[in-house]
């Protein structure tokens, strides 16, 4: 899992790092405006409520809730898009584990849905209403703690298509 590693490597890395010298690993992650919850069982909520977004999200659910290390976990979702994605959107993904930051990256949405085969959802996205449904195995790997988790996603043209944010947290045993 390729995702996998690059978090792996990206918390190695934080790990080296990470000291009071260097504020940023300890800050909390940001969000602009308020949140919102989501209709449906998991532990996400919309952020940037107060912007303009392109995605209007209306259920998410997660089986098992919380997901379980070592498990499989199904992700069902749905909402309307209000005007077409085309590519060249992207997705800016932040991950803390406790205060430390694991990951920080961009991701081609476009790509990223191909590579992924999330519902056979492909760029361009036209405007409508759209269910799915994914399931991903989350590896007995994953250090086990708090996570947090940001997303923001926009399109082409830097418009906000999305702001989700969430905790899950993975116990030890
Ligand atoms: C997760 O689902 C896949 C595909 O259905 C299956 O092959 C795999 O064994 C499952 N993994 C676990 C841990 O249940």
């Known amino acids: 899992m ?14 080296v790092t990470a000291s009071p010298v260097f504020p940023a ?4 992650p940001g969000t602009r405006s308020g ?14 409520v107060d912007e303009k977004q392109v995605l209007d999200i209306k259920l998410v659910n997660l089986l098992p ?6 498990e499989n976990v199904t992700v069902s979702a749905a909402g309307y ?5 085309e590519k060249g959107a992207y997705v800016d993904v932040e991950v803390r584990l406790g205060y430390i930051k694991l990951l920080s990256q961009t991701y081609d949405l476009c790509e990223e849905l191909e590579n992924n085969d ?3 959802l492909k760029c361009p996205i036209k405007a409508g209403d759209y269910m799915i449904e994914k399931s991903v195995e989350i ?9 947090t988790v940001l997303a923001r996603a926009y399109t082409e043209d830097d418009d906000e298509i999305t702001c989700l944010s969430g905790e899950i947290y993975f116990p030890a045993y």
């Open 65 to 70: 809730n919380p997901p379980v290390r070592g």
């Open 25 to 28: 690993f300890f800050s909390f």
């Open 118 to 120: 999330v519902g056979g």
């Open 139 to 147: 590896p007995q790997e994953v250090p086990p703690g708090k996570y």
């Open 35 to 48: 949140n919102k919850p989501i209709s449906g069982d998991s532990p996400l909520q919309q952020c940037d």
């Open 2 to 15: 390729t995702r996998y590693s690059v978090l792996l490597l990206a918390f190695l890395c934080a790990l």
């Open 81 to 85: 898009v209000k005007e077409t994605i």
